[in-house]
T-cell receptor, first 114, second 109 residues
Framework: SQTIHQWPATLVQPVGSPLSLECTVE??????LYWYRQAAGRGLQLLFY??????ISSEVPQNLSASRPQDRQFILSSKKLLLSDSGFYLC?????????????FGPGTRLTVT | GQQLNQSPQSMFIQEGEDVSMNCTSS?????WLWYKQDPGEGPVLLIA?????ELTSNGRLTAQFGITRKDSFLNISASIPSDVGIYFC?????????FGAGTRLTVKP
């Protein structure tokens, strides 16, 4: 069966520090991968998605970036965090052996920028 | 982005009551999905709908894909305390998926 992992689970970082969040998927090949941000009590905002290694599409211009160095690894980064980057970051996957339109989410990373 | 109108925003119900929530859009979608999110966790897929008019059940949950392809509803029958959480709808067209803002459900024992 497929599983999706995210780490760290929680993170507290000062303004201006760098960020690296990691997401990995197991049990499937060539998945589509997604990064979402969820502000407190709000819905999901798509940040990036990737249909393959090295292929990244950005939905919202910001100081975040994403990379996909391996088929089942998706990384969200920032060189300098802003206070507004605080939130709950969710990674999701779709496709592979499953129907393309069903997205499955990881457990999330709670980021607090102080 | 969030271009789906999901209602209600929140619901406070008594255990055992039935619940209904819906999503509408000005755009058509090929797929409608319903997710549930518990506090501090990622959303979990409850039901996926692929055809206009389709009615699908998953235990006490029933969801329908509107015939116009612009709306969907989710019903929960005989609610229990563990139904508490935020329910999200999502509409998908090709590679574009949009989420509703969520319905926060509180169930009083």
């Amino acid at each position: 069966s497929q599983t999706i992992h995210q780490w760290p689970a929680t993170l507290v970082q000062p303004v201006g520090s760098p960020l690296s969040l990691e997401c990995t998927v197991e049990g499937t090949s060539n998945p589509n991968l997604y990064w979402y941000r969820q502000a407190a009590g709000r819905g999901l905002q798509l940040l990036f998605y990737s249909v393959g290694i090295g292929q990244i599409s950005s939905e919202v211009p910001q100081n975040l970036s994403a990379s996909r160095p391996q088929d089942r690894q998706f990384i969200l980064s920032s060189k300098k965090l802003l206070l507004s980057d605080s939130g709950f970051y969710l990674c999701a996957w779709s496709g592979g052996d499953n129907l393309l339109y069903e997205q499955y989410f990881g457990p999330g990373t709670r980021l607090t920028v102080t | 982005g969030q271009q789906l109108n999901q209602s209600p925003q929140s619901m406070f119900i008594q255990e055992g009551e039935d619940v209904s929530m819906n999503c509408t859009s000005s755009s058509i979608f090929n797929t409608w999905l319903w997710y549930k999110q518990d506090p501090g966790e990622g959303p979990v897929l409850l039901i996926a709908l692929y055809k206009a008019g389709e009615l699908t059940s998953n235990g006490r949950l029933t969801a329908q894909f509107g015939i116009t392809r612009k709306d969907s509803f989710l019903n929960i029958s005989a609610s229990i305390p563990s139904d508490v959480g935020i329910y999200f709808c999502a509409g998908q067209l090709v590679n574009d998926m949009r989420f509703g803002a969520g319905t926060r459900l509180t169930v009083k024992p």
